[in-house]
């Protein structure tokens, strides 16, 4: 088996305060492979930024790495000093924040920021660095890019600047790409383009992503493999298709059900019920429990099971892949109609699972 560009195992990380002990991200477990988007959803405040900032050594105290490992490309890096971090950083992980001016440096124009870019991390010369920056305009699509590479980052729309920070963030041939709801501030009508471009460089490259986001559309457009979040943990870990065609966590089927199905016009939306809990007020049991629609007695006393690597779904009684979910299992935006048809039943998810109903 191809190894993995980044694996994390048993990843935990606290947050020690004056009246308890934190915990955003409780025993998370995954590989990424070259090439693979792994897509990492979950409501807000789920613990998928913590983990992804985790890897790229950017917790601010006193948040920090508890226990657990992160390897990238066979080398342990959760051990490194904050400087050798930095350089990783800059070489083996680019990264896309939903602003993009979070990694643009407004003063600067942006041909210099992506020729010192590669000139800090690549062999290459100065002359060769500035024909390069040119061309990664041209890639992310750029108009003129010959003119704009001596733009400023604030002479550009949301959606360009993304695409800016796109090209900067490959330009010293990354192996992995951290990207943290990075079309979540823009239009919608540019989301899909930049999820779009994002999926193609990465794949042509062999670079693998992390792809942090709440829209479940986004991952089922752009991921091959998702990993649930809920309450600092893995809730459910597996392949695009089968999870969302069959989810068996609860959880991932009420965030399915509660995505609406702007494509086919449907209204329909199937709510969970309540809130996640808050970090210091975590129930005993599986956390999902009090929200939960099939919680049993043994979900409000044990936490769900820990999931490895290999992916499951980590609930006492996890769904079948049958209930409730029919071959109209269409994500929101017609992401899923590549999705294979696996429905018995014809129903939607979240239809039958309990969760509330928000009319049709
Ligand atoms: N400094 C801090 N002190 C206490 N709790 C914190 C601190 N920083 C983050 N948290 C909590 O850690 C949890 C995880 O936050 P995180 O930002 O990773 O969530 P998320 O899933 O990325 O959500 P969002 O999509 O809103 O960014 C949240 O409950 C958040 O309130």
Sequence with gaps: MTQPVLSIRNLTVDIPTRYAVLRPVDKVSYDIAPGEILGVVGESGAGKSMAGNAVIGLLTPPAHISSGEVWLNGKRIDRLTPEQMRRVRGKDIGMVFQDPLTSLNPLLR???????????????????????????????????????????????????????????????????????????????????????LLKRLCRERGTAVMLI???????????????????????????????????????????????????????????????????????????????????????????????????????????????????????PHGGARHLPDTSPTGARPGADAGFTGGGA
Excluded at 128 to 135: C, F, G, Q, S
Excluded at 260 to 270: C, D, E, M
């Design 213 to 331: 986001t709440h829209d479940m559309g986004v991952i089922a457009e752009a991921a091959d493999r998702v990993a649930v979040m809920y309450a600092g943990r893995l809730a459910e870990l597996g392949p695009v298709r089968e999870v969302l065609t069959a989810p068996r966590h609860p959880y991932t089927f009420g965030l399915m059900g509660s995505t609406p199905l702007a494509s086919k016009g449907l209204k329909r939306l199937h709510q969970i019920p309540g809130s996640m809990p808050r970090l210091g007020r975590l129930p005993p049991g599986c956390a999902f429990s009090p929200r939960c629609p099939r919680a049993q007695d043994k979900c409000r006393h044990d936490p769900g099971p820990v999931i490895d690597a290999d992916g499951a779904a980590a609930c006492w009684f996890p769904m079948d892949g049958t209930e409730g979910i029919g071959g109209d299992a269409t994500p």
């Design 110 to 196: 942006i041909g210099d920021q992506l020729t010192e870019t590669m000139l800090a991390h690549l062999p290459i010369s100065r002359a060769e660095a500035e024909e390069r920056a040119v061309a990664a305009l041209e890639e992310v699509g750029i108009p003129a890019a010959r003119q704009r590479v001596n733009s400023y980052p604030h002479e550009f729309s949301g959606g360009m600047r993304q695409r800016v920070v796109i090209a900067l963030a490959l330009c010293a041939e990354p192996s992995l790409v951290i990207a943290d709801e990075p079309t979540t501030a823009l239009d919608v009508s540019v989301q899909a383009q930049i999820i779009a």
